[in-house]
């Protein structure tokens, strides 16, 4: 017991003494501009635990009773505050509303000196971007990295220097060029092409393809396919794997004998992974490599017996697994 009471008042000197290293920040409430004054309050109390949370600064915020800080234009009225509190940088911050955009300014001083030392903007697309803005404006505040700098497709809509990622879905259609190589019947190389429309949800991208890998020796594939995929990080450049199911209708011609076809429609699987470019801007890459299997029989035609090497084809014989590699351009709606 006594050993315990030890450890428990050496962690509490440790913790103090982190604290009193730590800078202090004296942060007046956020002005608010055409919003709710509810905001003004709850964005700068969440702004402070995210500034604490990165552990470099302690933040005391303005007393709800202080009725003399008016405006954050009383700059000198801010600064002696600063003073008061003991704190050696104050900030003063605005959320500003056109429209459904929300603007938020932030802006660091010393105060023993007035001079800004570091300031941030961004732009959020609606008041429900706010929560991960501020996270980011916390996580970089008084460090040489700006909060457009992080590439979270978790935030805001990305604008025309395309740091910054959609915090909503996104419904996007595009186009896929690629090749797909069956092993039986026959060693069957073809080309593939896909129009699809994607919806990406945040976690999960839902993908709807309609297709057609053709070949010049007269083989064919239509395929309609529901594809869900899962990316592996919430950055905009990320890996993901996936699968999906497709219906498919197969006419094969074998190279050994173009007067024999096998023909057969049904279901088919798939599974894969790729890798995703600038997922949340208004143009995406995507490339991916695939293993197909199909679950239907093909039913041969012809009028003799042919051969493909040292094996006869017989009827209802099912379509062997695949490989397709795709390279996919996705253009949001």
Not at 178 to 191: D, E, K, N, S, W
Not at 196 to 212: E, H, M
């Amino acid at each position: 017991m006594k050993k315990n009471l030890i450890l428990f008042a050496i962690a509490l000197c440790i913790g103090h003494v982190v604290r009193a290293q730590q800078s202090k920040i004296f942060m007046p409430w956020f002005e608010t501009i055409n919003m709710k004054s509810d905001f003004k309050l709850s964005s700068t109390h969440l702004l402070k635990s995210y500034i604490e949370n990165a552990g470099r600064y302690s933040v005391v915020l303005q007393s709800a009773d202080d009725s003399v800080i008016k405006s954050l234009d009383q700059m000198d009225i801010i600064t002696e505050r600063a003073k008061v509190k003991s704190a050696q940088y104050f900030v003063i911050g605005t959320l500003n509303r056109l429209g459904e955009n929300v603007i938020v300014n932030l802006s660091m001083y010393e105060t023993s000196t007035g001079k800004k030392i570091w300031s941030d903007m961004m732009k959020a697309q609606s008041p429900d971007d706010l929560d991960p803005i501020l996270k980011r404006i916390g996580k970089n505040i008084g460090t040489p990295e700006s909060a457009k700098a992080d590439d979270d497709i978790y935030s805001v809509t990305n604008t025309e220097e395309q740091a910054l990622a959609q915090k909503q879905s996104i419904n996007s259609f595009g186009i896929g060029l690629g090749g797909v190589a069956f092993l039986y019947p026959g060693q069957i190389q073809m080309t593939n092409f896909q129009l699809g429309w994607s919806y990406d949800a945040r976690q999960f991208i839902f993908d709807i393809n309609p297709s057609v890998s053709f070949n010049p020796n007269g083989s064919y594939i239509w395929g309609l396919s529901l594809e869900i995929l899962k990316p592996l990080t919430s950055q905009a450049n990320s890996f993901y794997y996936g699968g999906g199911l497709s219906m498919s209708n197969s006419n094969l011609a074998l190279e050994s004998n173009a007067s024999t076809s096998y023909n057969g429609a049904g279901l088919s699987a798939m599974i894969g992974a790729g890798y995703v470019f600038q997922r949340s801007s208004s143009a995406s890459l995507r490339v991916s490599i695939n293993y197909v299997q199909s679950f239907y029989d093909l039913k041969s035609s012809y009028t003799s017996q042919p051969t493909y090497g040292k094996t006869p084809y017989q009827d209802n014989k099912g379509l062997s697994g695949g490989i397709l590699l795709r390279l996919e351009i996705l253009l949001r709606k």
